[in-house]
């Protein structure tokens, strides 16, 4: 068993391309995590993540303040309490539309069922 407040894991900048966007790998395999890894995203006022895609699925829950994901046709606002989730392959950005910190949840596939 891994207990830890997500507070004393590191923040780290995310993907070549993003503005103001710091992440924190909080479960992962080295925590014994064979199937899913758990990821929190804070992306600043203003700060956003590029167009990009991956060959594995994303399960999303946003935490709070006010964002949306794009993809090559359009915008969908989200907030506080919403999910998503984004096929394998299909293109996404997060942007912060709002004044505070745009946070969320993001599971991907573990390195064992994916290639990262």
């Not at 909080?26 to 060959?55: C, D, W």
């Not at 999303?60 to 969908?76: D, H, Q, R, S």
Request: hydrophobic share 40%; with cysteine.
């Amino acid at each position: 068993m891994f207990i830890s407040s997500y507070k004393e894991i590191p923040a780290e900048p995310v993907i070549e391309g993003a503005s103001g966007v710091k992440i924190r790998w909080m479960i992962t395999e080295t925590k014994g995590a064979r199937n899913f890894v758990m990821r929190h995203f804070e992306i600043s006022p203003q700060g956003y993540t590029p167009l990009h895609t991956h060959p594995w699925e994303h399960e999303i829950f946003i935490l709070g303040g006010e964002g949306v994901i794009a993809n090559a046709k359009e915008e969908k606002a989200l907030r506080e309490g919403d999910v998503v989730f984004i096929p394998a392959g299909e293109a996404h950005q997060f942007k912060n539309t709002g004044k505070a910190p745009f946070t969320l949840l993001c599971m991907i596939p573990s390195k064992d069922k994916c290639s990262l």
